[in-house]
């Protein structure tokens, strides 16, 4: 559903060229929900705003749904939905009514319109709020109206830029649940940027790491956790020498940390070792007080292969919004 190539973007600057996307391989199956991960100015929003036909690449291809993003924009923009970083309803506009207007562009008819528009305020506690402008809803209703604008058409390939920034708990948890629906009951294919690691964690099938405009690692959240950060054992005890050369003889290519007065292991995978660890330290009579065994978070992955945290600044400059051109919609018609 989603196959990107080289894809590449610059933009001018007074220094020079600024490359904002440096080579993008990216390929989505069907169903799959994929976060879209990195340090801020890493390029990710560039590339959502390329795959969305928004601002047209400098080099390189994707196509969405088998339809170039270049050439086939419009094919490509009557099959997807877009949550961007930015505020979709127009601020003099009442909430039903921008989602009614969305639905007809979408072709549904009146009263499908009205149903879909009605579903989507209940989905997203926008009951209430219907009649209101837009411009006088706070930043956190602003946001679960632009998430219910991109799912009015229940697209084929649904792109979600930070959907939860400003979102309180329990919307953030009603939007997951509507996206998994969605995979579930429709296979909607999903791109999402994040900066909440816990819910890239629980909610995508696989995570593409982007730092400096490339992806640098790509896998399930489980594997990259196993390849870049491993699991941490820690014994606490008071024979910390004795227990380390143990360790040692078990796991000879682990590494070891005794500097907090207790013997710390990394390993890809604690409980491949965990038993024969514990029968050969108490072959040599270490005694334990504790033993603890930490999972790696996505965040020791981003420490790992970036050296930065997922919220820190990349080393690329902001780059400059694009206004996109217009799709022609679909007539409206009464049905």
Do not use: Y
Request: net charge negative; charged share 25%; aromatic share 2%.
């Amino acid at each position: 559903m989603i196959a990107a190539h080289g894809l590449a973007r610059s933009f001018k600057a007074r220094s020079g060229e600024v490359a904002a996307v440096r080579g993008i391989d990216l390929e989505v199956g069907a169903g799959q929900v994929v976060g879209l991960l990195g340090p801020n100015g890493a390029g990710k929003t560039t590339t959502v705003r390329m795959l969305t036909t928004l601002l047209d690449p400098s080099s390189g291809s994707a196509r969405i749904a088998g339809f170039d993003i270049v050439t086939e924009r419009e094919e490509v923009r009557r099959r997807i939905g877009l949550v961007g970083q930015g505020g979709s309803a127009g601020a003099e506009h009442r909430v039903i009514d921008e989602l009614r207007i969305q639905a007809r562009l979408h072709g549904l008819d009146k009263r499908q319109a009205a149903d879909r528009a009605a579903r989507l305020c209940a989905d997203f506690g926008l009951e209430g709020l219907e009649n209101r402008l837009a411009k006088t809803l706070s930043g956190g209703q602003l946001r679960r109206v632009d998430i219910a604008l991109g799912l009015v058409a229940r697209p084929k390939v649904l792109f979600l830029d930070e959907p939860t920034a400003g979102l309180d708990p329990q919307t953030r948890v009603a939007l997951w649940d509507h996206v998994r629906a969605l995979r579930t009951e429709h296979g909607v294919t999903v791109l999402l940027t994040t900066h909440h690691l816990d819910e890239a964690d629980q909610v995508c099938d696989r995570i593409a790491i982007v730092d400096r405009g490339r992806i640098i690692a790509d896998d399930t959240p489980e594997s990259l956790k196993d390849a870049s950060a491993g699991d941490t054992v820690v014994l606490s005890t008071e024979q910390v020498g004795d227990a380390a050369r143990a360790v040692a003889r078990v796991v000879p290519e682990g590494r070891l940390d005794t500097s907090a007065g207790t013997v710390q292991l990394r390993v890809v995978e604690a409980r491949s070792v965990l038993a024969a660890l514990l029968r050969e330290l108490d072959r040599d009579g270490v005694e334990l007080s504790s033993v603890t065994v930490k999972r790696p978070s996505l965040e020791d992955v981003f420490l790992a292969l970036t050296g930065r945290a997922v919220g820190d600044e990349g080393d690329l400059p902001a780059v400059p919004t694009a206004t996109p051109e217009p799709a022609r919609a679909p007539a409206l018609e009464e049905r």
